[in-house]
């Protein structure tokens, strides 16, 4: 082969190669956004950013993963706490601070964001990411987030998981929320959030998990929770929630965890929370009133029970002994009044789970 062959056959193998490495590597803008949203970030003790050097952001850039048909970036998963090699290696849980550059939302097939437990991102969620239309998952946990929600979030049809836990956010829950109707899990658990829950929450016929707790969210409960027939567990505790107890969430065919606590929550307790299918309900610190429904039954299945720190008067029902099974029971701080029934489950609990009520006696307290 002559050296000009060579030369030339050389040149369109480079050629093919360069070709081939731009078709399987991802697109120059995936990877500008990519690195305008780490330039809004800084990580000092661990280094994950070191990785995200080279042309091809799809191959080994720490927390990114890309569709493998498209080439574009469709996962940005980064957590502080984690068990992986760069953790371990450090001996230590992850730091970060900045803020989520708006730069994101130009990643326009992104799936998955998760940018969790950092303690130090401040800033606002970009209200651009409610445009990104295949957007499943945003896991925002353990920072320091301020804010909104972004009003526009609704728009985020395929969104399954929401969480922007232990933040800093304010404002309302947007009314657009209850357009998602795939959503599976809300966690909004201690931020600043007011204001009502949205009487249309029902339309989230997809939500297993709804955990609203440690806000200062204020107005009923919506009875149309109770149209959510997926809903397991549901924590309202720790707000300013007032007003009854819907009879109708004692209705909810799934729901085993109902937490309460720590409200304004005045009326009666149904009868219907009593004989469901809950086993683990904290009804305590609100201002409910009446006796305590003479309702359980062999349905009746409490892992814990909780109804201290109210208004609560009359005596402890004698039908508590006909539930399946009563691990922590808690009555104290209460008006009751009368003996304490004997037999299970009351031969196992402590004097702790009666005190300070106005005339209850008998085993664990004093005799009658």
Known sequence: MSGVCFIQLTTVVVLLLSLTTAVWSCPPSDRAALL??????????????NSWTGADCCHKWYGVSCDQE????????????SEEPIFNKAHRTGYMTGYISPAICKLTRLSSFTIADWKGISGEIPRCISYLPFLRIVDLVGNKISGTIPPEIGRLQRLT????????????????LTNLTSLMHLDIRNNYISGPIP????????L??????????????PDSISYIYRLADLDLSRNQISGSIPESIGKMAVLATLNLDLNKISGQIPISLLNSGI??????????EGNIPNAFSARSYFTALDLSYNNLKGPIPKSISSASYVG????SHNHLCGQIPVGSPFDHLEASSFIYNDC????????C
């Open 70 to 81: 498209t080439r574009r970036v469709a996962d940005i998963n980064l957590r502080g706490e």
């Open 161 to 176: 998981v929401l969480n922007v836990a232990d933040n800093l956010i304010s404002g309302t829950i947007p009314q657009s």
């Open 36 to 49: 305008a949203f780490k330039a809004a970030l800084k990580e000092p003790y661990l280094g994950i950013f």
């Open 360 to 367: 209850l006696c008998g085993k664990p307290l004093k005799a």
């Open 328 to 331: 922590h029971l808690d009555l």
């Open 208 to 221: 297993s998990r709804a955990l609203l707790s440690g806000n200062r969210l204020s107005g009923p409960i």
């Open 199 to 206: 009487r249309s929450i029902g339309r989230l016929r997809m």
């Open 279 to 288: 086993s683990d309900l904290n009804l305590s610190r609100n201002g409910l």
